[in-house]
């Protein structure tokens, strides 16, 4: 056998040292600041060489906890990921995941006797600090591959805790999510469209009467702890104080909810307002942002309860947001190449949004309405035309019906500002509307609308002559008219008191720590004596002390019915029940 050309039968082995165990094993047993710091060094002497066949060696150093160490390790760390990622680029995304990965607070797990006892998250002082440590790695990763970018996005993206983790998880990774959002901000509206979609998940799976029951629920409980514990007290006073609301939400979903929208509304103030100053531009461009995702991922997705009041938030620094958000909405109403279920949903975020919205001003309203009448007017001439009887078929009219239910739910709301002042111009103008030919036409928009806006409508409309609608209102309830549904596979007769499943948005906000942002741009709803209903029909109203009297009560369900907007993400984030508003409350 011929051996000489073969040097690898002839060259004697290499001598190797041994340390007892691997290098990756005896770095990863390092604690002392001195030892890291000499290991770093000698590792970025030959960082050129560390190919790919070194992964292990690698992957041991990017899980050295060098975050919140002393001044001199981070140092010395941030450089070797610096020549690292420039001279073996194979190995960023794993720099860029294991600086996600101190996105979150790390967990502390107590064992006792074999036995985990404890999985709390670690309440260390230091935490800003470490956080400032990890962005200021991400920038100068950065900083020598400009293309980070395009690898970064999937994993945050991958990296987002599970939605039931703690308040404080996800509230430290949206928080730096959207701190990154600042020097890299070309992938802010991904990072929002995350963020959203992750927001959305919780919102829709605690509905606004599981949060409402909670609420009452912990109060009760509250209530019933200070009784019994001043059953033996002498003082009382104590006894007449009412329990008092704590910030934390008594539903753990809309906990978790409440500090993300906190935080969200918080990063939308500083990005507008810099030093006090309003940014125009900055403003604009997270406003074309946010609504983006706004068509992406909210307009899509029903009842949604609180994630879409960020727009709602957004809008109230200037007048001319909330006016191209509503023109926003009455492009997608008015364009017939848009879907129906997102036509009917920019319909009752537009009705909704003008009536809560405080600063929109009555000119605002006016204008929108004098969009929205002429439409309704030329839809129901292009059904007169055809010349045969017209059906309350909602999915052929479903945009229709739903732009009459946000006209009659804006004029309830905002009818007293635009009588105040001129209560003849003010009342030239809702007669100039032609209301009476609206709810007069054969389509029969009263038959479709919820009961409680239909009452309220017909209560303001009768007090100001306006429109009569009661003998419409009493012949749909005599003859209980179906309602056709061929969109739900084949003609289906439905007598559903809701069969638009009707949706209004921007419903009363029901956080507590990001909603004192909200509450003094909301118009809640206030009872006026003029709109009483008749008496025959005020015996069934329900009476309540809530700030919102008029969406009191519950929604009727709509079993059977295509819902108004399915959700855009899972099957079961399509509501089987209407939970917005305004609910029945009169038969």
């Not at 290991?39 to 919140?68: A, M």
């Not at 009842?303 to 001319?320: G, K």
């Not at 009887?389 to 804006?410: E, K, M, N, R, S």
Request: a negative charge; proline letters at 5%.
């Amino acid at each position: 056998m011929e051996t000489d050309d073969r040097d690898f039968l002839n060259t004697p082995p290499v001598k190797t040292v041994r340390f007892g165990g691997s290098v990756a094993e005896t770095l990863a047993k390092q604690k002392q600041d001195a030892q890291i710091i000499n290991w770093l060094q000698e590792f970025r002497s030959c960082v050129t060489q560390l190919t790919k066949d070194h992964e292990q060696l690698i992957y041991t150093i990017l899980r050295l906890p060098w975050v919140g160490r002393s001044q001199a390790v981070v140092e010395e760390y941030m450089a070797f990921l610096s020549n690292l990622v420039s001279a073996q680029t194979v190995y960023l995304c794993a720099c860029l995941k294991m600086v996600i990965s101190h996105f979150t607070p790390k967990r502390v797990t107590i064992c006792e006797g074999g036995i985990d006892i404890s999985d709390s998250d670690d309440e260390d002082e230091n935490l800003p600090r470490n956080f400032d440590q990890c962005h200021q790695a991400l920038q100068l990763i950065i900083s020598f591959v400009p293309s980070t970018s395009r690898f970064l996005m999937p994993i945050l993206q991958e990296n987002f805790p599970f939605i039931q983790k703690s308040s404080r998880t996800l509230e430290c990774y949206v928080h730096n999510l959207l701190r990154v959002t600042i020097y890299i901000p070309s992938i802010r509206r991904d990072v929002l469209e995350v963020i959203i979609g992750k927001m959305l998940k919780l919102d829709v799976s605690a509905s606004r009467s599981d949060i409402e029951e909670a609420e009452e629920n912990a109060v009760q409980q509250q209530a019933e702890g200070l009784t019994e514990e001043g059953l033996f007290d002498m003082d009382e006073d104590v006894l007449e104080d009412p329990p008092s609301r704590t910030a934390v939400m008594a539903h753990p979903v809309a906990e978790r909810l409440d500090s993300l929208m906190a935080v969200l509304l918080a990063y939308v103030k500083d990005i507008c307002n810099v030093n006090g100053s309003f940014v125009v531009e900055s403003t604009k461009e997270l406003y074309r942002d946010l609504l983006s995702v706004f068509d992406k991922v909210i307009l899509p997705t029903h009842a949604s309860c609180h994630v879409q009041y960020t727009l709602f938030y957004l809008c109230s620094f200037r007048l001319a947001l909330a006016e191209a958000f509503l023109d926003h909405l009455w492009k997608i109403l008015q364009s017939p190449s848009q879907p129906a279920v997102l036509r009917q949903a920019a319909a009752g975020y537009m009705g909704s949004f003008l009536a809560r919205a405080k600063f929109i001003p009555v000119l605002t309203v006016k204008a929108c309405l004098d969009l929205l009448l002429p439409w309704i007017h030329q839809y129901i001439d292009s059904q007169d035309s055809i010349g045969k009887q017209a059906c309350c078929d909602i999915g052929l009219h479903g945009p229709f019906y739903t732009a009459c239910q946000a006209v009659f739910y804006t004029l309830i709301f905002r009818h007293r500002a635009m009588l105040e002042g001129n209560m003849k111009k003010g009342l030239e103008y809702l007669q100039s509307l032609n209301l009476e030919r609206v709810v007069m036409c054969q389509l029969n928009p009263l038959k479709v609308c919820l009961p409680s806006v239909t009452s309220m409508f017909a209560a303001v409309t009768r007090k100001y002559q306006v429109a009569f609608c009661y003998t419409i209102i009493e012949r749909n309830n005599r003859n209980v008219l179906p309602v056709v549904r061929s969109s739900a596979g084949g003609d289906s007769l439905t007598t559903n008191t809701n069969p638009l499943d009707s949706f209004f948005p921007f419903d009363p906000y029901l956080l507590r720590r990001s909603g004192q942002l909200i509450e003094p741009l909301y118009q809640v709803w206030e009872e006026l004596a003029d709109t009483e209903l008749p008496p025959t029909q005020t015996g069934n109203q329900g009476s309540r002390e809530d700030e919102d009297d008029f969406l009191c009560g519950e929604t009727p369900k709509t079993e059977g019915v295509v819902g108004m907007t399915p959700g855009s993400y899972d099957s079961n984030f399509c509501c089987p029940s209407s939970v917005g508003s305004p609910p029945i409350t009169f038969q």
